[in-house]
């Protein structure tokens, strides 16, 4: 079955970095654009950013523009959100979800989510 698996969340200070990895298994990577998700306190699930299939275009919320920059290795099965200049308000559970780029309209399969907490 199709599993999404991600890690990397944790306890970083305000200022600093982190790197998310969703690993995917159990579907065709390459036929799939994939998104990163937060589920914040208080809030909706936001979206984050997205990237094509190929990891050529991407796309991102305006509330992490220019500090997080998403990314795939097609051979691995995975993709990355590097987070830098973490905020307090970045704080939340970040979920790697699964789009098949021939089908439209929502994500088809999530993770389980990794929480991320940014503290001073």
């Known amino acids: 079955q199709v599993q999404l698996v991600e890690s990397g969340g944790g306890l970083v200070q305000i200022g600093g970095s982190l790197r998310l990895s969703c690993a995917t298994s159990?579907?065709?990577?390459?036929?799939?654009?994939m998104g990163w998700f937060r589920q914040t306190a208080g809030k909706e699930r936001e979206f984050v950013a997205s990237?094509?299939?190929?990891?050529?275009?991407?796309r991102y919320g305006d509330s992490v523009k220019g500090r997080f920059t998403i990314s795939r290795d097609n051979a691995k099965n995975t993709v990355y959100l590097q987070m830098n200049t973490l905020k307090p308000e970045d704080t939340g559970v970040y979920y790697c979800?699964?789009?098949?780029?021939?089908?439209?309209?929502?994500?088809?399969?999530w993770g389980q989510g990794t929480l991320v907490t940014v503290s001073s």
């Open positions: 979800a699964a789009r098949d780029k021939n089908v439209g309209g929502e994500y088809t399969y």
């Open positions: 159990g579907l065709t990577f390459t036929r799939y654009i």
């Open positions: 990237i094509s299939s190929s990891g050529i275009s991407s």
